[in-house]
């Protein structure tokens, strides 16, 4: 079992930036984030395969936000830039230990353990 806790969240005017932070208890080979508005589905943000440092993000957040990872503190971040009134929502991370294949890496049920989330809003 893996535990994970995020931290970082908060408010910010569109335009602005966030870092999210993630630390997991043990070792992944897979680490994603995850957001949910209000009222939608939960979708991918970005992922990353922790072994390879393969990545891959959704269309909306390309050239805006980045993912990376400290593989000695188990950790990975979620850089956000240029945030907009649409980026709002409950940021999750995610992680597994298998190796997700490329193509299913921002599916939220292809990940078996889940942090408890942390608030993201972006204001207009």
């Known amino acids: 079992q893996v535990q994970l806790v995020e931290s970082g969240g908060g408010s910010v005017q569109a335009g602005g930036s966030l870092r999210l932070s993630c630390v997991a208890s043990g070792r992944t080979n897979t680490m994603g984030w995850f957001r949910q508005a209000p009222g939608k589905e939960r979708e991918g943000v970005a992922a990353?395969?922790?072994?390879?440092?393969?990545?891959r993000y959704a269309d909306s957040v390309t050239g805006r936000f980045t993912i990376s990872l400290d593989n000695a503190k188990n950790t990975v971040y979620l850089q956000m830039n240029s945030l907009k009134p649409e980026d709002t929502g409950m940021y999750s991370c995610?992680?597994?230990?298998?190796?997700?294949?490329?193509?299913?890496?921002?599916?939220?049920?292809?990940?078996?353990?889940w942090g408890q989330g942390t608030q993201v809003t972006v204001s207009s």
């Open positions: 995610a992680a597994d230990a298998a190796i997700i294949a490329h193509e299913i890496l921002l599916r939220p049920g292809r990940y078996d353990y």
């Open positions: 990353i395969h922790t072994r390879t440092n393969t990545i």
